[in-house]
């Protein structure tokens, strides 16, 4: 396919050039692809579904969900990184706070400003009851300015000592009245 011929327009220097689109669908202006052709694309996709039940009991700490990570290389340091987080959470009622995490530590632009004794998080929720499943899910665009693998999960928890449970619920008897649900990290390196 040969080049097709989109418009011609005039810049503030009060020059003009040609904008055409190349075989691949990139813009190109003056006869060169334009350096912010491949601004915002997204370059790769990795996800991660954790479908089975995980519990942990947490005392005045943060505990990682087990499996609930991506890890993903970026192409340039310059790449940005979505990361979308969709949890079914339960708890003994009380409170559940999650932290974004890289590399086993909670990214700290990921998390509420500090105020006063506030617990803070990326998400948080409070369960009405024991038996119920609940659905949390937070979004963070990163800057990890590296060509490494990079690893994103999720941690749980709460300031005094709490049962938190991903993908069940806290009480969690072999009843059809309890229910069960999945949870998904994907994060997307985003040309910038």
Not at 12 to 35: K, M, P, Q, W
Not at 52 to 73: E, M, R
């Amino acid at each position: 396919m040969s080049e097709l011929l989109v418009t011609t327009v005039k810049h503030e220097s009060a020059t003009t050039d040609n904008i055409t689109l190349d075989t691949s669908g990139n813009v190109v202006i003056g006869g060169s692809v334009s350096a912010a052709s491949g601004l915002g694309k997204v370059l790769q996709v990795v996800s991660t579904t954790l479908t089975t039940g995980f519990s942990t009991t947490v005392n005045n700490s943060f505990n990682a969900v087990t499996g609930l990570v991506a890890s993903i290389t970026p192409s340039s340091a310059t790449s940005q990184i979505m990361v979308l987080v969709t949890m079914t959470v339960g708890s003994d009622t009380n409170y559940l706070n999650a932290q974004l995490t890289k590399g086993g530590s909670g990214i700290s632009g990921a998390l509420a400003t500090a105020d006063g004794s506030r617990s803070l998080g990326t998400a948080s929720f409070w369960p009405v009851q024991a038996y119920g499943t609940y659905g949390l899910s937070f979004s963070y665009l990163d800057s990890p300015a590296t060509t490494s693998a990079t690893t994103y999960g999720v941690q749980i928890g709460n300031h005094s000592t709490a049962t938190l449970c991903i993908n069940r619920s806290q009480a969690d008897d072999n009843s059809a009245a309890r229910t069960r649900g999945t949870s998904t990290i994907t994060v997307m390196e985003i040309a910038a």
